[in-house]
């Protein structure tokens, strides 16, 4: 293989040398935020969403951050093919405003740019997600508390200065400024323990699917905050990818006692934490979690990119196997890397250029999907390394 990496845990490795990979293996799919880069795996998703997958008949946990909180939904919808089609169209060709004399757009216009974009593209058909015969939706988010409890030109920055310092000391202890909260497919218990960090579980409904999706797409200071989704606890929600960047969580383990399964319509906003919770409990079919990514390194939050000592795989990820492009490869691509969130600033209001290097890295990543389908018709240990 040249262009895939394929990385396994231990468990998940013993499982490859005995019986290679079947479809009816897969309990879990991890989709990580990462705005563009995430483009690259729109061949794979096809390939596993349309062909693969559905050789099997066993239910299967999506759980998406960000762009991946989109990509999963996508995965839901009838004829998933088309719609992963379209949405690499929509992302790639995505254009917005720029104010005289700027090299970014307001939040506010993203923002508003963005629902009218997921209106466009889930108008009608939310009930094709909320729905599916066998795959339970899970798209997290990240509330703000104290002073991230409302988005303020002042206290937000502080608010997340404060995080970032406290996250550097111990990750678990960022929970006192940003908790996660999980909206769920209705009756799908969280397919991963809890105990790492402060998190909430509610259901997705029709009345908050959009908000919710929106808010795991918010990105601080380049969107604005979704604030009191329907069904939740009050506040302001951001990206999934803070609390989440790439989903490094301990599935297949008990649902812990800190998260609360939160009724869609059961929480009065004056009483937080006192009404009736229900906790959740883990379920999962098969056995491995399944992860196209964009790395191989599952990185816990988005402020643990710099810290590097918390890059390293743990027993969380012991089932776990990791699809993701060789470095060498990505330097063949437009610019040498994958796309990213710099291209907006690089290419400025000359998008038709950044949408023509965007075309070519994700026509140039069907070499990745092409070389997982070979390597499942014949499976080879050789090329598969320690996550």
Request: glycine share 8%; proline share 6%.
């Amino acid at each position: 293989m040249k262009a895939l990496r394929i990385h396994a845990g231990p468990v998940a490795r013993q499982h490859l040398e005995q019986r290679g990979l079947q479809p009816s293996d897969v309990a879990v799919i991890p989709a990580a935020a990462g705005g563009p880069k995430g483009l690259i795996l729109g061949p794979l998703d096809r390939f596993i969403f349309g062909d693969w997958l559905p050789r099997s008949q066993q239910p299967v946990h999506l759980v998406g951050a960000s762009i991946g909180a989109w990509r999963m939904a996508t995965a839901c919808l009838d004829a998933s093919v088309a719609a992963f089609e379209r949405l690499e169209h929509d992302y790639i060709h995505q254009d917005y405003e720029l104010p005289p004399g700027k090299t970014r757009p307001t939040a506010a216009h993203v923002s508003e740019r963005f629902g009218q974009n997921l209106e466009a593209f889930y108008g009608g058909r939310v009930g094709e997600v909320l729905n599916h015969s066998r795959y339970h939706l899970h798209i997290v988010t990240s509330r703000g508390r104290h002073l991230l409890g409302r988005e303020h030109r002042v206290a937000t920055p502080l608010g997340y200065l404060g995080a970032f310092l406290t996250n550097t000391v111990h990750r678990k202890a960022m929970g006192a400024w940003l908790e996660r909260v999980v909206f769920s497919s209705a009756g799908a218990a969280l397919p991963f323990a809890t105990t790492d960090y402060r998190t909430r579980q509610v259901g997705l409904t029709a009345d908050n699917f959009m908000q919710a999706l929106q808010a795991s797409c918010s990105i601080p200071f380049v969107l604005q905050a979704v604030h009191n989704i329907p069904g939740a606890p009050p506040g302001a929600y951001w990206d999934g990818g803070i609390t989440d960047y790439h989903l490094h969580l301990a599935y297949g383990k008990q649902h812990g006692e800190s998260a609360k399964m939160i009724a869609a319509s059961a929480y009065p906003s004056s009483a937080e934490g006192k009404n009736d919770l229900k906790l959740g409990a883990a379920s999962a079919m098969g056995s491995l979690v399944l992860y196209p990514h964009f790395q191989h390194r599952v990185v816990p939050g988005w402020l643990d990119k710099s810290l590097k000592w918390r890059h390293k795989s743990t027993a969380a990820l012991d089932s776990m196997v990791v699809l993701s492009p060789c470095p060498d490869w990505v330097r063949t691509l437009p610019n040498g890397k994958l796309p990213d969130r710099n291209d907006f600033t690089h290419y400025g209001a000359d998008s038709a250029s950044r949408a023509k290097a965007w075309r070519a890295a994700t026509r140039a990543s069907q070499q990745l999907a092409q070389e997982w389908a070979e390597w499942l018709e014949r499976p080879d240990m050789k090329a598969v390394d320690p996550l």
